[in-house]
């Protein structure tokens, strides 16, 4: 569910793309049709000294951390490139020095989570072990030196792309984490259809943002925002950060416009030539002659991992909108999507909720209920009201699936500690720091 690095250049002794070929492809795989089934969890922390956290962690801390963590030398687990974790999660390392935990696809929430929480209790007492300590925030809360700690040339060509627009890249890059919830497409028709399911994601999605907001801080500074992290993107490159056109329309073919029409991050070359893109260039221009060659089916694809909306599709869809979570927070997260995707009694309860809240013309996140949601959260009434709507809806539907007994308690004991107060996490760290305490949220280690 990461997205790829890779330092082979496309082949170019292929056939060249064409517009109606590239749409046919997109609209091809970007939806995968079929009974809504698997669940995934990306899960981002960043990583602090436990004694000094105020001060930056060197690249080979970590790395003495990670080495400590069993591999796979006789190649015996085949796709596995790094170190191997008990329940097959992959383990990931961010621009910044953020670590992502993505978990592999699951049969059921329940078994997600439990395989989760086993991989991260494995992570967290190898970093134990040096004195590090993961940390569930949206932003770094402490005033630390945002550094890139990764050369890969996708990075490079990145930051040199999103510097054009100003600082948000880079404090994206490096000074941002999140956690991402991967759910099945859907089926062709139906109440699980997939057009149901991204309609319904994109609706709750000031909801997620708001009620999980846990990034108030940039700098160690309040920035009047309790999701930091979501007006970073909402300021950043709107052909790759903003959602496709939603209101009508399949939302098959208005993906692939939306990828078409995208501006080009990077362009894979040889090993040792820069991947940097021709300044505001398209894909879609790329097709019709721009750049110095013809573009490839490998090119499209890997053109598709750089962009960033809000619901990505990638054959499953990648909820990205959710700031990173304290402890074992992400539990809560997992258990409001799946809980309302899953059961159609708590999805048209959702639904209705939902449906009043937004009537702007603006597509998310630059829409004025996504702006609430990342700077009111939980304050906002309305958000407020249409979250206790989806908690308690989602709550009775993990109350009637077999299995949910933990997802269920971490929904109910977060919705009692935020959303019912008319809180967020976010106002855990703001109260910290007017208590004049460091606030980092409190993590335990082991698991």
């Not at 100003?166 to 109440?191: E, N």
């Not at 013309?361 to 630059?366: D, G, I, K, N």
Request: aromatic share 6%.
């Amino acid at each position: 569910m990461t997205d790829p690095l890779t330092d082979i250049p496309p082949r170019t002794d292929v056939p060249p793309l064409t517009e109606a070929n590239a749409e046919g492809h997109l609209a091809a795989i970007c939806f995968k049709i079929g009974p809504p089934r698997l669940v995934g969890v990306e899960a981002e922390w960043f990583v602090h000294d436990a004694e000094n956290p105020g001060s930056a962690v060197a690249p080979h801390r970590l790395e003495q951390a990670l080495a400590a963590l069993p591999t796979d030398p006789d190649g015996e687990h085949p796709g596995s490139d790094g170190p191997l974790f008990p329940a097959g999660s992959r383990l990931t390392r961010e621009p910044g020095g953020q670590v992502e935990l993505s978990s592999p696809p699951s049969d059921s929430p329940g078994d997600c989570a439990e395989g989760l929480l086993l991989d991260q209790g494995t992570l967290r007492a190898a970093l134990a072990a040096q004195g590090l300590r993961l940390t569930g925030s949206g932003t770094d809360p402490l005033a630390r030196e945002r550094l890139m700690q990764l050369s890969h040339p996708r990075y490079l060509a990145m930051e040199r792309h999103f510097d054009r627009t100003g600082p948000w890249g880079r404090i994206m890059m490096c000074g941002t984490a999140s956690l991402q919830v991967c759910v099945d497409a859907g089926t062709a028709r139906g109440p699980s259809s997939y057009a149901a399911r991204w309609q319904l994601l994109h609706r709750l999605g000031p909801v997620l943002v708001a009620a999980f907001a846990n990034s108030p801080l940039l700098d160690g500074k309040p920035t009047g925002h309790r999701s930091t992290r979501q007006m970073v993107w909402s300021r950043m490159d709107p052909t790759r950060t903003l959602a496709p056109r939603l209101a009508d329309g399949d939302p098959r073919g208005n993906w692939a416009r939306y990828v078409l029409d995208a501006e080009l991050l990077c362009v894979r070359r040889d090993h040792g030539r820069s991947w940097a893109a021709p300044t505001g260039c398209t894909f879609r221009e790329w097709l019709r002659g721009d750049g110095e060659r013809p573009p490839t089916l490998a090119d499209l694809d890997y053109h598709c991992t750089t962009l960033f909306p809000p619901v990505r599709p990638r054959g499953h869809l990648e909820l990205r909108m959710i700031d990173a979570q304290p402890g074992n927070g992400w539990l809560a997260p997992l258990a409001l999507v799946t809980g309302l995707l899953d059961d159609p009694v708590a999805a048209d309860t959702a639904l209705g909720a939902l449906e009043v809240l937004d009537t702007s013309s603006l597509l998310p996140p630059r829409s004025e209920l996504w702006r609430r949601a990342a700077t009111l959260a939980m304050a906002d009434p309305a958000l407020r009201r249409a979250a206790l709507t989806c908690f308690g809806a989602a709550e009775q539907a993990l109350a009637r699936r077999p299995g949910s007994g933990r997802l269920r308690a971490a929904l109910t004991e977060f919705a009692e500690r935020y959303p019912a107060r008319g809180r967020c996490p976010a106002d855990d760290q703001l109260d910290a720091l007017r208590a004049g305490v460091h606030p980092v949220p409190l993590e335990t280690a082991p698991c």
